[in-house]
C-alpha cells in the first residue's frame, strides 16, 4: 500500500506576527472558518482522484498554519473521520496540531487529543515579553507557561517547543535563559529557528535600516553550538539541523520531507509532492475558494524534477538530517555517473572538515551544519 | 565686409559667474534671439551641460549690433570657451579666434583660479581684456572686493570696469558699446594664401565633419580646394557660412571672420582643432602657431552593467567621439568585469562627463574603474615603455627609470582654509610653489601635483577641507622622474591582476595596508579562511586574514519550503559564478573597484 503524509493548511491567525512570511489572514469569523474548511474537504475529494490516491495509507498528518489551534475540536474529529473516507491510518499514525498559546487552554488542548491529535508543536519562540512583543506575537508569557504545563500531562507521543535566536540586542546570557526556560517543560522535541526575514515582511526594512542590532554571525554560531550542547547535555539528538528530539520523539512527518517522501498538502499555499512533481496552491484564499467552487484544483505552480535535480535536492535534504545520505542509496536511485560527480564534492567537502564519511554515509559536521546553505550551494549543479 | 566693424570677443568666467546669462542678454539685445524664444542659456545646447551650468564645447555666434553711439552697424562674432580645466588647450584655440575677452566675475564669490588660469592664457595670447562685474543685483554682491581680486591679477593698468546684472540686464548695453569700442578689429590681409584656425568642430549625420574656424588671412569660399595643414589632406569646400546662431550659407569668409566650412570631411581625425585649413592651390609657408595634437592623460575602462550592452556600449563611444577629438578607446578585457571598453580622457571632468552622457543620452549603464595616468617607463634593456595599465608595469629590477605626469595646480581658498588646504597638498607629494594673497580674505596657492594623486578624490577632499570655498584649476605640466613600484595583491597567495596599483615607493605600504583592509570589508566571509597579502616586486609588505565563515543562515526547510529554498540556492550560486574565483575564493566585482579609491 502506498504510504503518504498529509499536510493541512489553516490560514487564519488571530494576528500576523511582524516576522512570519506564511499565508495567514486575520481570524475573520466562524463562518468562514467552516466555509474554508469545506472548501478543503472538496479539495481532498478532488486531489485524491486526481492523483489516485483512494487508500493509501497516512502514516503522518499534520495540521499547520496559520493557527489551526483557531480550530474547535469537533472540527478536528471531522477533518480526521473525513479524511478516513479516502485513506488507511497506519496504526501508528502521527496527527500533529501547531497550537499557538493564546487560543487554547488545557481543556480545549485535552479536547484536541480526545480529538485524535497526538502530537503538538507549540509555536513559543521566546519566554521575554519583550521579544514577543517585538515579534509581534499575540501570546503573553502567562498564555505560554499554561499550555507549556499543561503538556506534560496529556499523555501525548510527542510534543514540541519552537524558540528563535538571534533577535535584537539578544545578549549570549539571555538565549542561554531561553534554553533553560524551556528545558523546565522536558519537551521531548525542538524546532530552533534563527530569526531571519523575507523582503515581504514588515521587520525586513526594521532589519535594514538597523543591522547592527541583530546579533552577528559569528555570536549566531557561538549561541546555536551552545544550544548544541546543552541540549546534547539532556540527551537530546540534533536529527535535523532546526530540529532536535529525545530518541524516539522526532517529528515523523518532517522526517518524510528529507527523505524522499510523498505527501499531500491542502489548503491555500500548500506544496504537495507526489510521483516526483512538486505542486503549490494558491496563497490567496478568494481563488482558492473560486477554484473548488467551480470544481477545478488550486493549484498555481507545478514542477517535474527533472532525474539531475531530483539528485540535487534529495542530497541536500538528506544532509540536513542526522542519518545524512548513503552511496548505496543514491546509486540504487540515480544514475552512477551523476551519483559519482556528486560523491566526488562530498569526498571534497569531508576533506575540508565540512562533512563526516563514515563507511559509505555522509554527513554534515558541526562546522558543516552551520554554514550548510554554503555546502549545499556546492553540491548544487 | 569691412574689417573695422568687425569685432571677434570670448567670455572668461567661473562655472556658475553667469557667463551663459550674460550671453544670453548680449544675444537678446543684438536680436539674434527674440525674447520670447530665448530658451534660457542659448549657448549650453546639451541639457547636461545646461544642468551642470558648465559650456562644454565651444561655440559660436555671429551678431549685428548698430551702435547708437555712432550710428555704424557691427558684426560681433561671441565665440564661447569651454569651463574646465580639462579642456585648456581647446580654450586656448577658442581664445586664439580672438582679439579680446569679456573676464566675467561674480561680485558675490570673487576671483576663481580657474578664471585666472584662463584670464593668464588671454595676456599671454595678447588679448585685449575687458573686466566685467556680474551679479551686482545678489545682496551678498561685494563689488569692491570682486574688484580688488581682479586688480591683483591684471595689475593697476587694465581697462575700466563694468558692472552688470545679466540675469536683469543692468549694465549690458554699456558692455556692449565697451566691446565695439575698447576690442580692436582683427588684423590680417588680403593675402592669396588662406590661413583659417579651426577652433571647434560638429558632426553632422548629412554632411559630415563641420569645423568652425576664424578666418586670419585670405578668403575661403564655395568650390574651392582647402588642404589641412597637419595632415596634408585635401578636399573641395561645399558650403561656407556663418552662425546667427543658425548656420547660414554665406559667399565667402574674408579676414577675421569667423564661421563654419562644408567640405565633405568623414573623419574628425581631419578636422582637429589647432589645424589650419590653407588653399590646397596656394598652401600658405607656415600654420597658425599654436597647434597640439591632443592626447589623452586619463586612462580608465568602461564595462556594461549588463553583458548584453557591450554592443550598444560600443556604438555610444563611436558615436560620442564624433564630436569629442578628445577621447580614445579601445577594446579591453578584464577577467572580473568581462569585455569592456580602455578609455583616454583629458581629464576627470571629462571623464565624468563622457559617463554621464552614455548613460544619458544611450541609457547605456556601465561600471567605470579607477582612472589612472600614464606613466613612463625606461627598462634596463633600455625600452622606453608608456605604461597605461598597472598591470603592465615592470618589476623594480627591469626598471631604470620612472616618470609620471605632474600638473601646475592653482587653487584659491579663503585664508581661513589654508591649512587645511596646504595639509590636503602636502600629504598628495604636493611640491609648493607660490602663495599670493589676492586680498586680505582671499589666497591663491600654487602647486606642482603628480597627475595621479588628484585623480581620485582630491576635489571632493579640497571641497571638503574648505567648506566648499576653494576652486581650482590646473595644468599639465609634463612627466618628472618617480620611484614608483607596482603594488601586487594576493589572494591565498595566488596574484590577482585586477588588484594591482602602481605607486610612489614610500607609500606603498600605507597603501597596500590600507587597499586590503578595504578588501577584507568588500570579499564576503567564505568557507575557508583567506589570506590577503600586498606585495612589492615579490617581498610581502602587508597581511590580513579574512576568517572563514562560522555560520551561516539555517532556517527551516519542510515541505513548503524545498522548492523556494533551491531556488534561493541557485540564486545565490549564480551570484558567486559572477564574482572572479581566484583558487577557491570568490571575489566581487566591488573589490576591484575599491582599488585606488583613495583613503580618508
Known amino acids: 500500500m502506498k504510504k503518504l503524509s498529509l499536510y493541512f493548511h489553516f490560514p487564519f491567525c488571530v494576528k500576523r506576527c511582524r516576522y512570519c512570511d506564511f499565508v495567514s489572514y486575520p481570524r475573520r469569523d466562524r463562518h468562514t472558518h467552516l466555509k474554508y474548511k469545506k472548501a478543503v474537504f472538496q479539495e481532498i475529494a478532488l486531489k485524491v482522484e486526481e492523483e489516485g490516491l483512494r487508500g493509501s495509507e497516512l502514516s503522518t498528518v499534520y495540521l499547520g498554519g496559520g493557527t489551526p489551534s483557531l480550530l474547535f475540536s469537533e472540527d478536528v474529529e471531522e477533518i480526521l473521520n473525513y479524511l478516513r473516507h479516502f485513506f488507511a491510518f497506519s496504526s501508528s499514525i502521527e496527527i500533529t496540531m501547531e497550537v499557538n498559546p493564546e487560543t487554547v487552554n488545557g481543556d480545549k488542548i485535552r479536547a484536541f487529543r480526545e480529538a485524535g491529535i497526538n502530537r503538538f508543536s507549540v509555536g513559543v519562540q521566546s ?36 524558540l528563535l535566536y538571534s533577535l535584537p540586542f539578544q545578549s549570549f546570557l539571555e538565549w542561554q535563559r531561553e534554553v533553560e526556560s524551556a528545558l523546565v517543560y522536558h519537551p521531548p522535541h525542538f524546532s530552533i529557528y534563527d530569526l531571519t526575514f523575507s523582503p515581504r515582511v514588515p521587520l525586513y526594512q526594521f532589519a535594514k535600516r538597523h543591522p547592527g542590532i541583530f546579533p552577528s554571525s559569528d555570536e549566531e554560531a557561538l549561541y546555536f553550538e551552545w544550544a548544541m550542547e546543552r541540549l546534547d547535555s539532556e540527551g537530546y539528538r540534533h536529527y535535523e539541523i532546526s530540529n532536535f528530539a529525545q ?28 510521483g516526483g512533481r512538486r505542486q503549490k496552491n494558491t496563497s490567496s484564499l478568494k481563488n482558492y475558494f473560486t477554484r473548488l467552487r467551480e470544481g477545478r ?24 538530517t542526522e542519518e545524512g545520505v548513503k552511496t548505496s542509496y543514491l546509486l540504487a536511485q540515480y544514475k552512477r555517473e551523476e551519483v559519482e560527480n556528486k560523491l566526488k564534492c562530498l569526498e571534497f567537502l569531508s576533506k575540508e572538515g565540512f562533512i563526516i564519511k563514515e563507511e559509505e554515509r555522509f554527513y554534515l559536521s558541526q562546522k558543516g551544519m552551520l554554514v550548510a546553505n554554503q555546502i549545499f550551494q556546492e553540491i548544487l549543479d | 565686409m569691412d574689417r573695422s566693424k568687425i569685432r571677434n570677443f570670448g567670455i572668461i568666467a567661473h562655472i556658475d559667474h553667469g557667463k551663459s546669462t550674460l550671453a544670453d542678454r548680449i544675444l537678446e539685445i543684438c536680436r539674434v534671439v527674440p525674447k520670447e524664444k530665448m530658451k534660457e542659456q542659448f549657448l549650453d545646447r546639451m541639457d547636461l551641460e545646461r544642468e551642470r551650468g558648465i559650456t562644454i564645447k565651444a561655440k559660436a555666434v555671429r551678431m549685428e549690433y548698430f551702435s547708437p553711439r555712432d550710428g555704424e552697424k557691427y558684426i560681433l562674432n561671441l565665440i564661447d570657451t569651454p569651463g574646465h580645466a580639462d579642456f585648456s588647450y581647446e580654450v586656448s584655440r577658442s581664445l586664439a579666434a580672438c582679439e579680446g575677452v569679456l573676464l566675467v566675475v561674480d561680485a558675490s564669490q570673487g576671483v576663481e583660479a580657474q578664471t585666472l588660469a584662463h584670464a593668464r592664457l588671454a595676456v599671454s595670447q595678447g588679448l585685449v581684456i575687458l573686466p566685467v562685474i556680474n551679479k551686482i543685483d545678489l545682496s551678498s554682491a561685494d563689488p569692491e572686493r570682486a574688484m580688488r581680486e581682479v586688480e591683483a591679477i591684471l595689475g593697476e593698468d587694465h581697462l575700466p570696469f563694468t558692472l552688470v546684472s545679466a540675469k536683469l540686464g543692468t549694465g549690458v548695453e554699456e558692455l556692449i558699446e565697451k566691446i565695439v569700442q575698447f576690442i580692436p578689429p582683427p588684423q590680417g590681409e588680403d593675402s592669396p594664401f588662406l590661413q583659417a584656425l579651426i577652433f571647434d568642430s560638429i558632426y553632422d549625420s548629412y554632411r559630415g565633419v563641420i569645423p568652425f574656424i576664424r578666418v586670419k588671412e585670405g578668403k575661403i569660399k564655395k568650390g574651392m580646394e582647402i588642404m589641412m595643414f597637419s595632415t596634408r589632406k585635401s578636399f573641395s569646400v561645399s558650403e561656407v557660412g556663418v552662425f546667427t546662431p ?33 588653399s590646397s592651390s596656394h598652401p600658405s609657408p607656415s600654420p597658425i602657431p599654436g597647434y597640439r595634437k591632443i592626447k589623452p592623460l586619463v586612462f580608465c575602462s568602461f564595462y556594461p552593467v549588463s553583458y548584453e550592452d557591450h554592443s550598444k556600449l560600443k556604438e555610444a563611444l563611436e558615436r560620442l567621439q564624433l564630436n569629442d577629438a578628445a577621447l580614445s578607446f579601445e577594446a579591453d578585457f578584464s577577467e572580473a568585469l568581462g569585455f569592456g571598453f580602455r578609455c583616454g580622457f583629458l581629464g576627470l571632468l571629462h571623464m565624468d562627463i563622457t559617463q554621464e552622457r552614455m548613460e544619458r543620452e544611450f541609457g547605456v549603464e556601465v561600471v567605470a574603474t579607477a582612472p589612472h595616468a600614464v606613466y613612463h617607463v625606461l627598462t634596463k634593456k633600455g625600452e622606453v615603455l608608456e605604461v597605461r595599465s598597472p598591470k603592465d608595469f615592470p618589476p623594480p629590477s627591469e626598471i631604470e627609470e620612472a616618470e609620471e605626469p605632474y600638473v601646475e595646480m592653482s587653487i584659491t581658498v579663503p585664508a581661513e582654509y589654508l591649512g587645511g588646504v596646504m595639509d590636503l597638498c602636502q600629504s598628495r607629494r604636493g611640491i609648493f610653489k607660490d602663495m599670493i594673497y589676492l586680498s586680505e580674505k582671499f589666497v591663491l596657492l600654487k602647486y606642482d601635483l603628480p597627475l595621479a594623486e588628484i585623480l581620485l578624490d582630491f576635489y571632493d577632499r579640497l571641497k571638503a577641507v574648505s567648506r566648499g570655498y576653494a576652486s581650482l584649476d590646473y595644468e599639465f605640466a609634463g612627466y618628472r622622474p618617480a620611484n614608483l613600484v607596482r603594488v601586487d595583491i594576493l589572494v591565498n597567495r595566488e596574484k590577482v591582476d585586477g588588484l594591482s596599483f602602481i605607486s610612489p615607493e614610500e607609500n606603498a605600504y600605507y597603501r597596500g595596508r590600507e587597499l586590503i583592509s578595504r578588501l577584507k570589508e568588500l570579499i564576503p566571509r567564505q568557507l575557508f579562511t583567506i589570506s590577503l597579502q600586498a606585495a612589492v616586486g615579490g617581498k ?12 551561516d543562515v539555517l532556517q527551516k526547510c519542510y515541505g513548503g519550503d524545498i522548492t523556494r529554498k533551491r531556488k534561493l540556492l541557485e540564486k545565490q550560486k549564480e551570484g558567486k559564478k559572477r564574482m572572479k574565483a581566484v583558487g577557491k575564493v570568490k571575489i566581487p566585482q566591488e573589490a576591484f573597484l575599491a582599488v585606488m579609491k583613495s583613503e580618508k
Not at chain 1, 515579553?129 to 499543561?150: D, K
Not at chain 1, 506534560?152 to 514540541?160: A, D, F, L, P
Open chain 1, 297 to 320: 484544483t488550486p493549484l498555481t505552480f507545478q514542477e517535474e524534477l527533472a532525474p539531475h535535480q531530483k539528485l540535487t535536492e534529495d542530497i541536500m535534504l538528506r544532509l540536513r
Open chain 2, 246 to 278: 543658425e548656420r547660414t550659407e554665406v559667399d565667402s569668409l574674408g579676414p577675421g571672420e569667423v564661421g563654419y566650412v562644408v567640405a565633405n570631411i568623414n573623419q574628425l581625425e581631419d578636422s582637429q582643432v589647432g589645424d589650419t585649413i590653407t
Open chain 2, 540 to 551: 610581502i609588505i602587508a597581511r590580513e586574514d579574512i576568517p572563514a565563515l562560522r555560520k
Open chain 1, 247 to 274: 530518541p524516539g520523539a522526532e517529528c515523523r512527518h518532517n522526517l518524510n520531507y528529507w527523505s524522499d517522501g510523498e505527501y499531500l498538502g491542502v489548503g491555500t499555499s500548500a506544496w504537495s509532492y507526489l
Open chain 1, 127 to 162: 519566554f521575554n515579553p519583550h521579544f514577543l512583543c517585538f515579534l509581534g506575537r499575540s501570546s503573553s508569557l502567562e498564555q505560554i507557561e499554561n499550555v507549556l504545563s499543561c503538556m506534560g500531562k496529556i499523555n501525548c507521543s510527542s510534543w514540541s517547543l519552537d
